[in-house]
């Protein structure tokens, strides 16, 4: 294996062929040496680690939208770290641009088959409902679905790749090119102090930080930003598989129940919205709860209602225990809220029993 040598400058690495880790490459980088030829603050590079995947974006203060795309790019490229898998380039230099396998957010180009995605010169692409892209719409529409899939594959759950990505796009992507380019759909443009765009752009680094100028000016803080919008995908994309994968269990469960009008779960999830969706016609749903007991709850007639379609017996309400057992017959019936929109019992038979009891009464 050969040993090559690059130049090391304050923890970034660059060479004359790629350059390795977060940097801005203020002079032509030098040929890779021998080992009897590297200065002593160079350091080694394996031959088999090059070249990396420049990815690139500009240098200066940093928004939302190229944070975002950069994470979205990391992950649907399987890149972990800087300086290990890939080249983060920030730069406005047109001559180190031009070398950069993947740039958004600068260049004045917009070319998804050469994955360049810059959204600031004229003619760039709009949306249908003409809403202009910022550079993560327009990295979403090439590699969210590629994204997300990659964060559902260890679940197994790549089937929920479209409707995931389609959402995350209407719900995250939408919002970030609205605001990168001063726009709402609602009309109203205010900003909101603890929203994603604020929270990323708070990362940049003060007027009077000593990190916020030089070469790697805000280098950091942009990796900091970018791990705070990873961590957000993830989470909005593990959230939503969760949602699709408790529909389909909710689906399943009312169509294997011996009366519609009651859904039984084996474990407990969100539901209502799946009653609503799919417009069934269900009563009361029978879960376990975390300590144990089994949950009987009721079903608002409509979303935010806090009305029942089937309120539990009235003689039942605000009774525990040995009352409510004497009441229901029911010999581990536990309560009944006085409202009467929940009530348990210690087992899933017993949660059934007061169900078929409250439909009869």
Not at 139 to 163: I, K, M
Not at 200 to 206: D, M, R, W
Not at 327 to 352: E, N, P, Q, W
């Amino acid at each position: 294996m050969t040993v090559y040598y690059a130049e090391y400058r304050q923890g970034y690495v660059s060479s004359n062929h790629r350059r390795i880790g977060l940097a801005e490459v203020g002079t032509p980088p030098k040929a890779f040496l021998t080992s009897a030829e590297a200065p002593s603050y160079w350091i080694p590079i394996m031959a088999r680690d090059l070249p990396l995947p420049v990815l690139a974006t500009h240098v200066g203060k940093f928004h939302c939208d190229e944070v975002f795309a950069y994470a979205v790019l990391r992950v649907a490229l399987g890149l972990a770290e800087p300086g290990r898998d890939h080249v983060l380039l920030r730069t406005r230099k047109p001559e180190l641009i031009d070398t950069a396998d993947i740039v958004w957010d600068v260049g004045f180009v917009f070319d998804a088959a050469a994955n360049r995605f810059d959204h600031h010169q004229r003619g760039a692409p709009q949306r249908a409902d003409a809403t202009p892209f910022s550079s993560a719409g327009l990295v979403w529409q090439a590699y969210g679905e590629r994204a997300v899939a990659a964060l559902l594959r260890e679940s197994g759950a790549e089937a929920f790749t479209a409707a995931i990505a389609s959402e995350v796009d209407e719900t995250i992507v939408l919002r970030i090119d609205e605001i990168d380019n001063g726009l709402s759909t609602n009309g109203s443009n205010e900003r909101d102090t603890l929203g994603m765009a604020t929270l990323i752009g708070e990362f940049n680094p003060t007027w009077d930080d000593p990190a916020g100028t030089g070469p790697t000016a805000g280098d950091v803080a942009f990796q900091e930003a970018a791990t705070l919008a990873s961590g957000i995908l993830r989470r909005r994309v593990d959230g939503l598989r969760a949602r699709l994968a408790a529909e389909a269990s909710v689906l399943a469960a009312h169509k294997a129940g011996d009366d519609p009008r009651i859904l039984v779960l084996d474990h407990g999830m969100p539901w209502k919205n799946v009653v609503y969706s799919h417009d069934l016609p269900v009563l009361l749903t029978v879960s376990p709860a975390s300590n144990g007991n089994w949950m009987l709850d009721t079903m608002p007639p409509e979303p935010g209602s806090f009305e029942q379609r089937l309120p539990l017996p009235e003689a039942w309400g605000g009774l525990q225990g040995e009352a409510l057992v004497a009441k229901t017959d029911i010999a581990d019936a536990v309560f009944v809220h006085l409202r009467r929109f929940v009530g348990a019992a210690k087992s899933r038979a017993g949660a059934m029993e007061m169900a078929r009891k409250a439909m009869e009464l």
